[in-house]
């Protein structure tokens, strides 16, 4: 029986389009930077993805800065500048603010200065939604953009954070979104690419690929892609709620994501979780990608003021595009059959 992928908030798949234009890269040879017509021809490349990422996530009229992904986009938007966040954040953002703002048992984030604040559009875990304070120093848009209909211009923030292998590009390729003229020192210094913001030579292929994924991820978000996506979810979650009466379900009132369900049985660790049913032909997460392998409850789950052992027994569960009802129902029947003997193990 075919494996069923369900982590497509660690990475989507990619997209047909971010490939054919991924291969058409390959076969211009220049670089960027070169006044010649080989290095023209790089260049026109880069700048269409530019044009195709801003028209896709509104940021008409907005500097697009690419990176390597949203972890460098942290370091680049927010290294020494001091900002507040919580502890909700995705560890790429953490690694550089202070954790000192308030979350809610419902997972919003108290924002008190948002000039001097990030908060992130959705967390990676729960997929629950915040409400941007306008005048936000920074959000982490790694999860929105691309299945949410937001728009850049209009979300309020000086800058924000993308990654393409979220919504269907290639791993190893991001952007930091912001505000035309804003002064933010570079990370990498060199040779002056991208406006003197993140010097080296750009990765033509994967900013090729970047491109015509948004480009795609816009059209699914206009033809009603993600809804048909979240009916599965919800048709997922009621198959679990109805089976699973020692589970909690987080964020299950709250504003979510479209694709995103996690959920904590206590006393039946997330890693045990994602092993087994990584035998069963599924693939699930206990937490987000970048923390995988270590043990340990979720910092998100804490922060909202659950107990370590509900923390430590959260999965989170990610449909994209491509997922179907079979495979939903499937995995429900398989988790479902697991929980039960959990249970009776532990009785």
Known sequence: MKRVYLDHNATALLRPEAKAAMS??????????SVHAEGRAAKAVVEK?????????????ADI????GST??????????????????????????AEDLDVTAEGAVCIRDPGQSTLQLANSETGILQALPDGLAVTDATQAFGKLPVAFNWLGAQ???????????????????????????AQIKGGGQEMGRRSGTENVIGIAGFGAAAEVAAKDLANGVWDRVAELRNILEKALVSG????IFVGKDQKRLPNTLCFATPGW?????????????????????????????????TAMGYDEATAQGAVRVSLGPQTTEEDVLRFAEAWLQKEKKHRARAA
């Open 24 to 33: 058409a890269a390959m076969e211009v040879c220049g670089n960027p930077s």
């Open 49 to 61: 993805a530019r044009a195709q990422i801003a028209a896709a996530f509104g940021a008409d009229g």
């Open 65 to 68: 800065v690419f990176t390597s």
């Open 72 to 97: 460098e986009g942290a370091a680049l938007a927010l290294a020494g500048r001091g900002l507040h966040a919580a502890p909700v954040e995705h560890d790429a953002v953490r690694a550089w603010i």
């Open 159 to 185: 800058m924000a954070l993308i990654s393409a292998h979220k919504f269907g590009g290639p791993k190893g390729i991001g952007a930091v979104m912001m505000k035309r003229g804003t002064d933010l020192p």
């Open 244 to 247: 699973a009466t020692h589970t």
């Open 269 to 301: 660790k997330g890693e045990t979780q994602v092993m087994q049913m990584d035998l069963g032909g599924f693939a699930i997460s206990a937490g987000s990608a970048c923390s995988s392998g270590k043990v340990r409850a979720s910092a998100v789950l």
